[in-house]
């Protein structure tokens, strides 16, 4: 069992900056891939990153690439989401979740255990 704590969102003007953290705790934190995604109001919940559980792959949405950036912290059982240049677009739940396997996955159902989100709003 993996409990997940997702802080850092909130309101910001288009083109600012968030930095989104993930706190795990529970079972040994560096044997999970771990992902972010995010849900806008009638949308479907969508694959932002994920970081292999050895933090040496990542994986991005076309949308986000170049803006948004996946770290992990295993002494410190976190995960952050850096992102920049955001858009109104950009606007939606975001979600942690860890997915117990060694391959990085986009799809929401691959994932075990999830948090309890985070608003992001990015204002035009």
């Known amino acids: 069992q993996v409990q997940l704590v997702e802080s850092g969102g909130g309101l910001v003007q288009a083109g600012g900056s968030l930095r989104l953290s993930c706190a795990a705790s529970g079972r040994t934190f560096s044997r999970y891939a771990m992902g972010w995604f995010r849900q806008a109001p009638g949308k479907e919940r969508e694959f932002v990153a994920a970081?292999?559980?050895?933090?040496?792959?990542?994986d991005y949405a076309d949308s986000v690439k170049g803006r948004f950036t996946i770290s992990r912290d295993i002494a410190e059982n976190t995960v952050h989401l850096q992102m920049n240049s955001l858009k109104p677009e950009d606007t939606a739940v975001y979600y942690c979740?860890?997915?117990?396997?060694?391959?990085?996955?986009?799809?929401?159902?691959?994932?075990?255990?999830w948090g309890q989100g985070t608003q992001v709003t990015v204002s035009s």
């Open positions: 979740a860890a997915d117990d396997t060694l391959v990085v996955k986009t799809t929401p159902g691959a994932y075990d255990y």
């Open positions: 970081i292999a559980r050895n933090g040496r792959f990542t």
